[in-house]
């Protein structure tokens, strides 16, 4: 199962380096921008290890630290530009678990990283557990709930929650969404979908299916259809890992 790894970096081209090479090692990696949007991204990510970068828009990074500090033991590592000891001592005050400074060697970032999950271990918070109820990508969550990074599904209630705001679905959307949850990596056919959804087969004519689906995308801006695939000439797919 992948790490999931928040970088919060506000230069492009250096957080599009280090996501891309550190999915090469199985982490999945969402990336935030600037400091005052790190809080709410680290609740509808749950990640299992922060990198955070010092000098930051909206909020400086000392400020995020101590703020993802009072929540748990998730694993922080701090990059800096700064090579006194005092602001290095304050970086480990403000809560840091580890520092790294910059140029950032990618090799380097990731010992360092693999080195503060295992003594972090099994318990750090924010870590994920596993697979809930038995679907694949989804991550540990409550009993009758699926969560796919900011997804969250409650089968109990029929609620969904995205991003930390609850989405308005109706019932034909609602179940479109579950099906696919619960298949989530699977590319199912139209024929699948329209004989669970309605009992149905499909008879080449039908776009009900197609129709549904755009509708869905639309409720999660899923505009390039990045979360919801298409698969041309076989169906559709639930992508579990693009719902950050």
């Not at 930051?56 to 701090?78: F, K, S």
């Not at 149905?200 to 299916?209: I, Y």
């Not at 559709?236 to 890992?241: A, R, T």
Request: with cysteine; hydrophobic share 45%.
């Amino acid at each position: 199962m992948a790490t999931r790894l928040m970088l919060v970096e506000d230069d492009a081209r250096l957080s599009s380096l280090i996501a891309e090479y550190l999915a090469a090692y199985e982490f999945e990696v969402a990336v935030v921008a600037r400091g005052d949007e790190a809080l709410a991204r680290f609740h509808a990510f749950g990640p299992d290890v922060v990198v955070l970068d010092l000098m930051l828009p909206g909020m400086d990074g000392a400020d995020v630290c101590r703020q993802l500090r009072a929540l748990g033991g998730t694993p922080i590592l701090v990059l800096t530009a700064r090579e006194d000891d005092y602001d290095q001592v304050a970086l480990l005050e403000h809560g840091a678990d580890d520092f790294i400074n910059k140029p950032v060697q990618p090799r380097v970032l990731l010992a360092r990283l693999r080195a503060l999950l295992r003594r972090a271990g099994p318990t750090a918070a924010g870590a994920v557990a596993g697979a809930a109820a038995g679907v694949p990508g989804a991550a540990a969550a409550a009993p009758g709930t699926l969560q796919f990074g900011a997804l969250c599904i409650a089968t109990s209630d029929r609620q969904v929650r995205w991003r930390g705001t609850p989405v308005v679905l109706s019932g034909s959307e609602y179940k479109l969404l579950l099906v696919l949850a619960e298949a989530a990596g699977t590319v199912l056919s139209r024929d699948a979908l329209l004989k669970k959804l309605r009992g149905l087969e499909f008879d080449g004519m039908d776009r009900s299916v197609d129709n549904s689906i755009s509708k869905l995308r639309r409720r999660f801006d899923d505009h390039d259809a990045e979360r919801i695939k298409t698969v041309r000439g076989e169906g559709y797919l639930f992508s579990p890992s693009a719902w950050q």
